[in-house]
């Protein structure tokens, strides 16, 4: 069998079982795992090019998604009434100050020689940086989260298209990603793991506890989205009118064509994402990657900037991730930073990579959706199995009980499973690398 035979076979199956799981359990689950699939994909894609193509373990995934996530706040909300007179400037100044703290801090360990003089100077730096930073800053956050705490209580937005939110994710992402990858990517292997954990653990620390920037964990609900909203859809005559000769009714209609304008428009964004990591994957700069991910020591030799271009891929990595998230917090239609939990979701990507295939951008693809289907209907699924298993044990009985609340573990315990079956008989995935 060829390989284009194979792999056509493998989408071909998942687009069944997305069909299958339409006509058995609703149309809407089946929507639904399509388009968190696309975003899979996309996120899958992103991990593909820093660990596929150059090698890079980073753990930190969801950090990056989250900056998606809060790019689409500032880009498309509308800013809050009073809050940048409030506030604004100062928190704004207050940051730039804080910056520059660290900047003159660095430039005095640069330049001057090691001494108890250069270690006075730059905590004096320091000292003085942080509390003229803590002190245009806090009275400054404290007048924007007061307010009207209860609906806004933070800066907001530009209010612009919330497609623009979607490369915006994408570059903030890679602007944090450039910061982060100057003073990590001389680790390797599993201390460069752990230090993108962390600092997505930060991240999301942030973005929960800084209310003035995105209401923390209160959310931000009620952000701006491409398509229309399905009340209006409803009262539509025109569109009610379509969905009875269709032979739905205006309610399940305008949701499922809702989603659909989701689905295209996710899909989009998959495919020129997938054109242009082929392109680059097949190119002299795609080679030159993977000759660094094969053997850094003879790349360098050869005159290749090694630590130059890790840098280069892990932030190109994390801006697809950043988009991915930006794309998902709009279908959500709320940021919710109290959902970004990197080792689970970290995982699920990371599954999606290895079970796709490590280092094929097409294998990715394919992980996110088989792995996202996977995980929407494993729990259905399995309160079915038990349900069965126990079907003769007496009401009350442990072993039943427990069978049975056990059903909420299966997700991890399938993943595992698929991931020990694939790294069994499959060892570099389902679509591997040429």
Avoid at 123 to 141: H, K, N, Q
Avoid at 320 to 333: F, K, N, R, S
Avoid at 344 to 372: A, E, Q
Avoid at 402 to 424: I, K
Wanted: glycine share 12%; with cysteine.
């Amino acid at each position: 069998m060829s390989d284009s035979v194979r792999n056509t076979m493998y989408f071909a199956g998942v687009a069944l079982l997305i069909i299958i799981t339409g006509f058995v359990q609703s149309w809407n689950t089946a929507l639904f795992i399509l388009n968190f699939g696309l975003i899979s994909a996309i996120m899958a894609l992103g991990v593909n090019l820093q660990w596929g193509f150059a090698g890079l373990f980073n753990v930190g995934i969801m950090g990056f998604v989250a900056l998606g996530g809060l790019a689409t706040v500032l880009v498309s909300m509308p800013a809050t009434p009073g809050a940048w007179q409030a506030g604004g400037a100062s928190v704004i100044g207050a940051l730039v100050l804080g910056a520059a703290t660290v900047v003159a801090a660095v430039i005095l360990m640069t330049n001057m020689k090691a001494s108890k003089l250069r270690s006075f100077s730059v905590f004096g730096v320091l000292v003085v940086g942080f509390f003229v930073y803590r002190g245009l800053f806090d009275p400054a956050v404290g007048l924007i989260e007061e307010i009207d705490p209860a609906a806004t209580g933070y800066l907001g937005g530009l209010g612009l298209p919330v497609l623009l939110a979607w490369p915006a994710g994408g570059l903030l992402a890679a602007a944090v990603a450039w910061l982060i990858g100057k003073t990590a990517l001389g680790l390797r292997s599993d201390y460069l793991a752990i230090a993108t954990l962390g600092i997505s653990e930060i991240i999301i620390a942030v973005m929960k506890n800084e209310d003035w920037l995105g209401r923390g964990v209160k959310n931000v609900v009620g952000l701006p989205r491409p398509a229309p909203y399905e009340v209006d859809l409803q009262s539509n005559a025109a569109f009610i009118e379509r969905a009875n000769g269709l032979g739905f009714d205006a309610v399940t209609a305008s949701t499922l064509w809702v989603k659909l304008i989701y689905a295209g428009l996710f899909t989009v964004v998959l495919v020129i994402l997938f054109v242009m990591a082929q392109r680059a994957l097949h190119s002299p700069w795609g080679r030159m990657m993977r000759a660094i991910r094969d053997n850094e020591f003879a790349a360098e030799a050869m005159g290749k900037n090694v630590t130059a271009r890790h840098l280069q891929i892990f932030v190109l990595g994390s801006a697809v991730c950043g988009i991915a998230g930006a794309m998902m917090t709009t279908l959500d239609g709320q940021l919710t930073p109290g959902t970004y939990q990197p080792l689970r979701f970290t995982f699920l990507i990371w599954v999606m990579v290895i079970v796709g295939g490590s280092g094929n951008n097409l294998g990715s693809v394919l992980g996110g959706f088989l792995i996202w289907w996977l995980w929407v209907m494993v729990e259905p699924m399995g309160s079915v199995l038990m349900k069965f298993v126990t079907y003769g044990m007496a009401d009350g009985y442990w072993l039943k009980d427990h069978l049975l609340e056990s059903v909420a573990h299966m997700r991890l315990l399938t993943m595992g499973l698929v991931l020990l079956l694939v790294l069994r008989f499959s060892p570099r995935g389902l679509i591997p690398e040429k």
